[in-house]
Nanobody, 116 residues
């Protein structure tokens, strides 16, 4: 069974930075496209960044130029470097597969709060 554990969230002021980490266990990590998603109360979970199995990356327009996703196949981790944070980035952040077929069970996520 695949387990996802997100960490690194916190509370920062606008313009600040955070680095999120997702540890993945129980999967052949290198084979999968992976992403960071976020969700706020009353809204659907949205995909904000993707790192493909070949290392290529894609970003939602709302975070492009500010967020950087990366993967470490040796340590089976996915990172999200978030710079120039805005109040609208406040959400619970999750990692998971990026797939039209299926995703793994969601982890608990990590809360990011951007407020002055």
């Amino acid at each position: 069974q695949v387990r996802l554990v997100e960490s690194g969230g916190g509370s920062v002021q606008p313009g600040g930075s955070l680095r999120l980490v997702c540890r993945v266990s129980g999967a052949t990590f290198r084979l999968f496209d992976l992403g960071w998603y976020r969700q706020t109360p009353g809204k659907e979970r949205e995909l904000v960044a993707t790192v493909r199995s070949n290392g290529s990356t894609e970003y939602a327009d709302s975070v492009k130029g500010r967020f950087t996703i990366s993967r470490d196949n040796a340590w089976t981790m996915v990172h999200l470097q978030m710079n120039s944070l805005k109040p609208e980035d406040t959400a619970v952040y999750y990692c998971n597969r990026v797939s039209t077929v299926a995703r793994w069970s969601w982890g608990r996520g990590t809360q990011v709060t951007v407020t002055s």
